[in-house]
């Protein structure tokens, strides 16, 4: 497991791309079909379904800002800083995978790798919070001993 952070970084940067692409393209489709929606002669049942409409668009739009947020807290890792212990933007290699502690987006695979990239206030990172090299975790009943951070 000799994986770059960059990489990793890259391959999380391209993945909310897709994802923030797809949920636009949702948002652009949802709005014209409400904009495109007239008025009927049905009348109570035109609004009930023009009010769904808008609960999927505010639904798309919050989802494209955490996307954003998500993003920008992918921008602000430090890709210099050397980890003594266990932070946000330390890559740990554990005897049980690889965690990236940034944003929590879950498994990804990096050049064959599986990685988990899991933010620092989800349960696992709360657990290898602070965590040095030789330091072991019990978490959900697995031993979890820390083998590298970078």
């Given at each position: 497991m000799?994986?770059?952070?960059?990489?990793l970084?890259?391959?999380?940067?391209?993945?909310?791309?897709?994802?923030?692409?797809?949920?636009?393209?949702?948002?652009a489709?949802?709005?014209?079909?409400?904009?495109?929606?007239?008025?009927?002669?049905a009348?109570?049942?035109h609004?009930?379904?023009?009010?769904?409409v808008?609960?999927?668009?505010?639904?798309?739009?919050?989802?494209?800002?955490?996307?954003?947020?998500?993003?920008?807290?992918?921008?602000?890792?430090?890709?210099?800083?050397?980890?003594?212990?266990?932070?946000?933007?330390?890559?740990?290699?554990?005897d049980?995978g690889?965690?990236?502690?940034?944003i929590?987006l879950g498994?990804?695979?990096?050049?064959?790798?599986?990685?988990?990239?899991?933010?620092?206030?989800s349960p696992i990172?709360?657990?290898?919070?602070?965590?040095?090299?030789?330091?072991?975790?019990?978490?959900n009943?697995?031993?979890?001993?820390?083998?590298?951070?970078?």
């Open positions: 000799a994986l770059s952070k960059h990489a970084i890259s391959t999380l940067a391209d993945q909310l791309r897709e994802k923030l692409i797809t949920c636009e393209s949702a948002i489709s949802t709005r014209a079909a409400f904009a495109s929606d007239t008025k009927s002669s009348g109570d049942k609004e009930v379904g023009r009010a769904m808008q609960q999927e668009l505010d639904k798309l739009e919050e989802q494209r800002a955490k996307l954003i947020v998500l993003q920008q807290e992918l921008a602000r890792v430090p890709l210099a800083r050397v980890y003594e212990q266990v932070g946000f933007g330390s890559l740990v290699i554990t049980q690889g965690y990236f502690i940034a929590g498994a990804v695979e990096v050049e064959g790798e599986p990685y988990y990239a899991i933010s620092l206030a990172g709360q657990a290898l919070k602070g965590k040095r090299v030789g330091d072991a975790i019990d978490f009943g697995t031993r979890i001993t820390v083998q590298a951070i970078r």
